[in-house]
């Protein structure tokens, strides 16, 4: 696994992003939401997909 660097700065509308989540067929779009604004963003590299919560150890 990459440790990961700083490949820039998002600067968003509003203050205190609130949550964020990688989406699109790519992972390279950037939704996200603050205290009073909501958006999205596109990257030029992917994001990590990340397991959704209660998946795990559910039968197929």
Do not use: C, E, Q, W
């Not at 992972?27 to 990257?43: C, E, M």
């Amino acid at each position: 696994m990459d440790s990961g660097s700083h490949l820039g700065t998002v600067l968003v509308p509003g203050h205190s992003v609130t949550n964020f989540t990688f989406g699109g067929g790519d992972l390279k779009t950037l939704f996200f939401t603050t205290y009073t604004d909501f958006g999205r963003i596109r990257l030029r590299v992917p994001g990590v997909a990340v397991p959704r919560s209660g998946d795990a150890g559910n039968p197929s």
